[in-house]
C-alpha cells in the first residue's frame, strides 16, 4: 500500500523560503511520476510542479522561484520554494502516479495522494 506524507509546512513572510518534503513507503520514488498541487481556500485544487522521466514540469506562477526534486535514496520528493508570496498560501498536496506527459498538469493523472502540508504566507 502507498503512502505519501508531506511535511515542511509553516508561516512565512512575503519574501522567504520554505522547503517541503513527501516521504514515500510502498512505491519507490525513482519509478513513477510525483507532483505538487495547492489548494486555496474558496479555489480549487491547482498544479504546481511535477517530475517525471519525461522532465520537470511547473505551473506559469511559480517558475523561477520554485524547484521540484526527487531523492531516491531518501525516496522523498521535496518542493523548494523561494521568493514567496501571499497567492502561495495554501494546502499542499504530494501526488503520485504514472500520468502522460499531457496528463502531469492534471489531478486525475495521479493516483496516489499525501494529506496536505499547510503553507501560509504572510505579508
Known amino acids: 500500500q502507498v503512502q505519501l506524507v508531506e511535511s515542511g509546512g509553516g508561516l512565512v513572510q512575503t519574501g522567504g523560503s520554505l522547503r517541503l518534503s513527501c516521504t514515500a513507503s510502498g512505491v519507490r520514488v525513482g519509478n513513477y511520476a510525483m507532483a505538487w498541487f495547492r489548494e486555496a481556500p474558496g479555489k480549487r485544487r491547482e498544479f504546481v510542479a511535477a517530475?517525471?522521466?519525461?522532465?520537470?514540469y511547473y505551473a506559469d506562477s511559480v517558475k523561477g522561484r520554485h524547484v521540484i526534486s526527487k531523492d531516491s535514496g531518501e525516496n522523498t520528493l521535496y518542493l523548494q520554494m523561494n521568493s514567496l508570496e501571499t497567492e502561495d498560501t495554501g494546502v499542499y498536496y504530494c501526488?503520485?502516479?504514472?500520468?502522460?506527459?499531457?496528463?502531469?498538469?492534471?489531478?486525475?493523472?495521479?493516483?496516489?495522494w499525501g494529506r496536505g502540508t499547510q503553507v501560509t504566507v504572510s505579508s
Open positions: 517530475v517525471a522521466v519525461s522532465g520537470t
Open positions: 501526488a503520485g502516479g504514472r500520468p502522460s506527459s499531457r496528463s502531469v498538469y492534471y489531478s486525475a493523472g495521479y493516483v496516489d
